[in-house]
C-alpha cells in the first residue's frame, strides 16, 4: 500500500529523495544568507585589460604627477557668479571639506585654480575635478558617499555629479533596481508559460524551484570569487537570467520526457529511470557544450569577460546539477500527485497520435520543399544581418544611463557648456629612467619637437606641455606658472585636446594609434578614453580566432559524441553562425542606428556598438544555441536508431520536442527580455539580443532548416568513419540499426 501511495517508489527512495530535498534547503539557505550584500561588492568596471598600456598610463598620472583624469566632478551652478563673495566662500569651503577626506588623492576647482576652462562663459557654473586613492571598488564607494554629503544645496551653489565614478555609482543603484523590477515581472509570466505547458500548478512549480536553487547557488559563488578576484556587476544580472532560463530549460525536458513514459504504460520507478537515463543524458550533454562555450570567456583578459565566465559556468552547472538531483527527489515526494490543480485542463487539447501532430506535419511540409525552405529561411537570415556591416565599434560612457538619471543630465550639461577637455583628453606620459639606470629627463627642445609633431596628428586641437602649448605644429603660448604641473620626478607628460571627436567611438580610437605612431625621445606611454578603446579592441581581436576556435571545436567534438555523427555537428555549427549573424544585424540596428527607438527609447549611446558586446554575444548565445540543437537531435537520433528513416526521424523528433523547446525558448525569453525593463542600455542589449535570438533558433532554424537541410542531406547526415561507429550505428549505407527495446536500455 505504501508503494501504491507514492506512484511504485520504495521506502529507500522516499528516504534519500527526503534528504536530498532536505539537504538543498539547508544550502540554499547558507547560500542566500552568504549572498546577502552582493551588489555592493561587485565591479561596474572591467572593460579595459588591467595590464593594458592606457591603464598604466593613468596609473603612473596618478601616482607620479597627481594628474590625470578626474575620477569625480562636481558641476556648481548659481543663478549669479561663481565668482561673487558668497559663491566663492561656498566653492572653496567644498574644495576644503573634499581635500580633507583621507581617500581624496586631489581635488582642482575653479575657486582654487581660476582657469577658463573650469567655468563657463556666463560665469554661472564653474567645476570641481576629483581623484581618488585606491583601486575601483575603494573609488566607487568613496564617489558614492561624496554624491549623497555634497551634491544638492550648498550655501548659493547647487551642486551635481558627473565623470566615471558617479556613473558607476548610478550604474549600481539602476543595475540593482533593474533586476528586482525584472524579475518582478518575469516570474509571473513564466508560471503562466508553465502552467499552460505542464498543465498543473504543482508541476509548473517545479522549473521554479530548480531556477531559485540555481541561481542561489551562483550567487553564493561570486560572492566567494569577488573576495579573491574582480567581478563584474553585469555577471550577477546576466547569470541570474541565464541560470533561471536554463534550469527551466532542463526541467521541461524532464518532466515531459517523465510524463510520456508513464503515459506509455512505465511505472513511475521505472519511468523516472528511463528519464534519468534518456533526458538526462540530454541535460548533461546540453549542460557540457554551454558551459565550453562559455568557458572560453576566460581567454579574454578582461574581467567583466571573465566574470561571466565564472558565474555562467556555475550557473550551468548548478541549472543540470539541481534539474538532476532535486528535480527526481521532488518527483519522488509528490508521486501521483504531480497533475494536481489542472487549471487549464477544459482549454487542453485531447492526446493525439505523433503522425497527426502539427509539429509532425510542419516537419512534413517542410521536407517536400526542402530546397525552396532552404532558400527562404537563408535569404531572411541574410537579410537580418545585413546591418552588421554599417557597425562602428566603440565604448559606453555615461550614455549607458538613462537621459532621466541625475548624472547623466549633468554629463549632458558638461557637454554642452563645457566641451569634453577633462573628460576626453589623451595623456602622454614620458617616465623617467629607473633608479641606477643611464638616461635623463627630456630636454626642453627635444620636447618642444615632440609636441609639435603631436599637434599636427589630425583630430588634436591643442597639446598642453610644460614648454608650452601647441596647436597646428607651432607653439602658440609659451610656458607659464602653470606648465609646471607637467614635470616631476616621476618624468613628463603632455595633455593632448581632441578636435571635437568622440574618444570612445572609432575616430578616438584612431587618434590614440596616431599618438603612439609619433617616434618618441624615450619610452612612451598614452592613455585616455581612446586608448583604453584602442587597448580593448587589440586584445579583442587578438584573442577572438582562438576563442571562436575553441567553442567549435568543444561543440563538435560533444556534439560528434552524442550523434555519433560528422555531418550533422557540421550543420548544427553552420546553422548557429547564420543565427548569430542574424542576431548581431539586429542589434546593430536596433542599438547603433536607432530603430525600434519609438518601443525601447533612445539606445544608441553615441551611435557605436560596445566592442566587448560581440564576443559576449558569441559565448553565450552559441551555447544557447546548441542546447536547442541537442534537445531536438537527442529525439531525432533516438527515432532513427529505433529503426526509421531520416524523414520519418526527423518529423517524429521535432513533434516530439518542438512544442518542447518552443516553450522552453519561450520561457527564456521571456526572462531575459525582462532585463530590456532595466533603465541601462547595456542590460537592454543583452536581454533583447538573447530573447532574440533563442526564438529566432526555435523558429526559423530548429522548425525549419534543421528538417530542410537534413531533408537534403538525407543519407549522408549519418555517415561516420569506421572507426568512430558503435554496435548500434547505422551503417554508412545509410541502414538504420534498430536499437534495443527501451525497457531494455
Known amino acids: 500500500m505504501r508503494q501504491e501511495a507514492f506512484g511504485g517508489f520504495d521506502r529507500r527512495s522516499l528516504r534519500r529523495a527526503r534528504l536530498v530535498v532536505a539537504l538543498t534547503c539547508l544550502l540554499g539557505i547558507l547560500a542566500c544568507w552568504y549572498a546577502?550584500?552582493?551588489?555592493?561588492?561587485?565591479?561596474?568596471?572591467?572593460?579595459?585589460?588591467?595590464?593594458?598600456?592606457?591603464?598604466?598610463?593613468?596609473?603612473?598620472?596618478?601616482s607620479e604627477f597627481h594628474a590625470g583624469p578626474p575620477q569625480l566632478i562636481l558641476l556648481a551652478t548659481t543663478p549669479d557668479s561663481v565668482d561673487a563673495p558668497q559663491a566663492t566662500t561656498a566653492g572653496r569651503d567644498l574644495a576644503?571639506?573634499?581635500?580633507?577626506?583621507?581617500?581624496?588623492?586631489?581635488?582642482?576647482?575653479?575657486?582654487?585654480?581660476?582657469?577658463?576652462?573650469?567655468?563657463?562663459?556666463?560665469?554661472?557654473?564653474?567645476?570641481?575635478l576629483i581623484r581618488f586613492r585606491g583601486g575601483e571598488r575603494a573609488t566607487r564607494d568613496a564617489a558614492g558617499d561624496i554624491i549623497d554629503r555634497f551634491t544638492g544645496t550648498t550655501g548659493p551653489l547647487r551642486v551635481s555629479a558627473s565623470g566615471a565614478a558617479a556613473v558607476m555609482d548610478e550604474t549600481e543603484k539602476l543595475s540593482?533596481?533593474?533586476?528586482?523590477?525584472?524579475?518582478?515581472?518575469?516570474?509571473?509570466?513564466?508560471?503562466?508559460?508553465?502552467?499552460?505547458?505542464?498543465?498543473?500548478?504543482?508541476?509548473a512549480l517545479l522549473p521554479v524551484v530548480v531556477g531559485v536553487v540555481a541561481v542561489a547557488a551562483t550567487t553564493a559563488v561570486?560572492?566567494?570569487?569577488?573576495?579573491?578576484?574582480?567581478?563584474?556587476?553585469?555577471?550577477?544580472?546576466?547569470?541570474?537570467?541565464?541560470?533561471?532560463?536554463?534550469?527551466?530549460?532542463?526541467?521541461?525536458?524532464?518532466?515531459?520526457?517523465?510524463?510520456?513514459?508513464?503515459?506509455?504504460?512505465?511505472g513511475a520507478d521505472r519511468a523516472l529511470r528511463r528519464t534519468l537515463r534518456g533526458a538526462g543524458r540530454t541535460v548533461v550533454f546540453s549542460a557540457a557544450t554551454i558551459a565550453a562555450?562559455?568557458?572560453?570567456?576566460?581567454?579574454?583578459?578582461?574581467?567583466?569577460?571573465?566574470?561571466?565566465?565564472?558565474?555562467?559556468?556555475?550557473?550551468?552547472?548548478?541549472?543540470?546539477?539541481?534539474?538532476?538531483?532535486?528535480?527526481?527527489?521532488?518527483?519522488?515526494?509528490?508521486?501521483?500527485?504531480?497533475?494536481?490543480w489542472d487549471v487549464f485542463a477544459g482549454l487542453r487539447r485531447p492526446h493525439r497520435a505523433v503522425s497527426s501532430g502539427a509539429w509532425f506535419r510542419?516537419?512534413?511540409?517542410?521536407?517536400?520543399?526542402?530546397?525552396?525552405?532552404?532558400?527562404?529561411?537563408?535569404?531572411?537570415?541574410?537579410?537580418?544581418?545585413?546591418?552588421?556591416?554599417?557597425?562602428?565599434?566603440?565604448?559606453?560612457?555615461?550614455?549607458?544611463?538613462?537621459?532621466?538619471?541625475?548624472?547623466?543630465?549633468?554629463?549632458?550639461?558638461?557637454?554642452?557648456?563645457f566641451g569634453s577637455e577633462w573628460v576626453d583628453a589623451a595623456s602622454v606620459v614620458l617616465p623617467a629612467p629607473a633608479a641606477g639606470r643611464p638616461g635623463a629627463a627630456v630636454p626642453d627642445p627635444v620636447l618642444d619637437t615632440y609636441a609639435r609633431r603631436l599637434a599636427l596628428i589630425p583630430g588634436v586641437r591643442r597639446v598642453d606641455a610644460r614648454t608650452g602649448t601647441y596647436r597646428d605644429g607651432r607653439r602658440s603660448v609659451a610656458p607659464d606658472a602653470s606648465s609646471a604641473r607637467f614635470a616631476g620626478p616621476g618624468g613628463t607628460w603632455l595633455s593632448v585636446i581632441p578636435e571635437g571627436t568622440d574618444p570612445l567611438s572609432p575616430q578616438g580610437s584612431r587618434l590614440a594609434a596616431g599618438l603612439r605612431a609619433v617616434p618618441a625621445p624615450g619610452p612612451v606611454l598614452v592613455g585616455g578614453p581612446g586608448a583604453r578603446l584602442a587597448d580593448t579592441e587589440h586584445v579583442l581581436a587578438?584573442?577572438?580566432?582562438?576563442?571562436?576556435?575553441?567553442?567549435?571545436?568543444?561543440?563538435?567534438?560533444?556534439?560528434?559524441?552524442?550523434?555519433?555523427?560528422?555531418?550533422?555537428?557540421?550543420?548544427?555549427?553552420l546553422l548557429n553562425a547564420l543565427g548569430l549573424a542574424a542576431t548581431s544585424g539586429v542589434l546593430v540596428a536596433v542599438f547603433q542606428q536607432g530603430h525600434l527607438a519609438p518601443l525601447l527609447g533612445d539606445v544608441t549611446a553615441g551611435g557605436i556598438t560596445d566592442v566587448v558586446v560581440p564576443s559576449l554575444m558569441f559565448c553565450v548565445t552559441f551555447g544557447l544555441s546548441m542546447d536547442y540543437e541537442v534537445f531536438l537531435l537527442s529525439r531525432i537520433v533516438e527515432e532513427h536508431r529505433r529503426g526509421s528513416d531520416t524523414a520519418t526521424a526527423v518529423a517524429v523528433g521535432l513533434q516530439r520536442t518542438g512544442r518542447l523547446f518552443t516553450s522552453a525558448a519561450l520561457v527564456f525569453a521571456t526572462v531575459t527580455a525582462a532585463l530590456a525593463l532595466s533603465s541601462l542600455v547595456l542590460l537592454k542589449l543583452i536581454g533583447v539580443g538573447l530573447a532574440f535570438a533563442?526564438?529566432?533558433?526555435?523558429?526559423?532554424?530548429?522548425?525549419?532548416?534543421?528538417p530542410a537541410v537534413m531533408r537534403l542531406a538525407g543519407r549522408a547526415n549519418w555517415w561516420m568513419p569506421r572507426f568512430g561507429r558503435g554496435k548500434d550505428h547505422p551503417v554508412s549505407s545509410g541502414t538504420p540499426v534498430p536499437a534495443a527495446p527501451m525497457e531494455d536500455r
Request: aromatic share 6%; with cysteine.
Open 36 to 62: 546577502l550584500g552582493l551588489a555592493r561588492l561587485l565591479s561596474p568596471g572591467g572593460w579595459t585589460p588591467p595590464s593594458a598600456e592606457s591603464v598604466r598610463a593613468e596609473a603612473l598620472l596618478a
Open 96 to 128: 576644503r571639506r573634499l581635500a580633507e577626506d583621507h581617500r581624496v588623492a586631489w581635488v582642482n576647482s575653479y575657486w582654487q585654480h581660476p582657469l577658463p576652462s573650469l567655468r563657463t562663459e556666463d560665469r554661472r557654473s564653474a567645476l570641481v
Open 176 to 203: 540593482e533596481k533593474g533586476m528586482r523590477f525584472a524579475e518582478s515581472v518575469a516570474v509571473p509570466l513564466v508560471l503562466l508559460i508553465l502552467l499552460w505547458v505542464l498543465g498543473s500548478v504543482t508541476a
Open 222 to 266: 561570486l560572492r566567494l570569487l569577488s573576495t579573491v578576484t574582480e567581478v563584474s556587476l553585469f555577471a550577477l544580472n546576466i547569470t541570474t537570467a541565464l541560470g533561471f532560463g536554463l534550469a527551466v530549460d532542463f526541467s521541461l525536458l524532464l518532466v515531459s520526457r517523465y510524463r510520456e513514459e508513464l503515459a506509455g504504460g512505465a
Open 293 to 340: 562555450s562559455l568557458c572560453a570567456l576566460l581567454l579574454f583578459p578582461l574581467p567583466l569577460l571573465r566574470s561571466l565566465a565564472y558565474g555562467g559556468v556555475t550557473v550551468v552547472c548548478a541549472s543540470a546539477a539541481g534539474a538532476l538531483t532535486v528535480l527526481p527527489a521532488l518527483l519522488i515526494l509528490l508521486g501521483d500527485r504531480l497533475d494536481r
Open 362 to 417: 510542419l516537419a512534413r511540409a517542410v521536407m517536400r520543399r526542402p530546397v525552396l525552405v532552404t532558400v527562404g529561411a537563408l535569404a531572411l537570415l541574410v537579410l537580418l544581418a545585413a546591418p552588421v556591416t554599417h557597425v562602428r565599434f566603440g565604448m559606453y560612457d555615461d550614455r549607458i544611463l538613462p537621459p532621466s538619471s541625475p548624472v547623466a543630465e549633468t554629463s549632458q550639461r558638461l557637454r554642452a557648456d
Open 542 to 573: 587578438g584573442r577572438l580566432p582562438l576563442v571562436v576556435g575553441v567553442t567549435v571545436s568543444a561543440a563538435f567534438a560533444l556534439l560528434l559524441a552524442f550523434t555519433r555523427s560528422v555531418l550533422i555537428p557540421v550543420k548544427a555549427l
Open 694 to 706: 533563442v526564438l529566432l533558433d526555435c523558429t526559423v532554424i530548429r522548425a525549419l532548416l534543421v
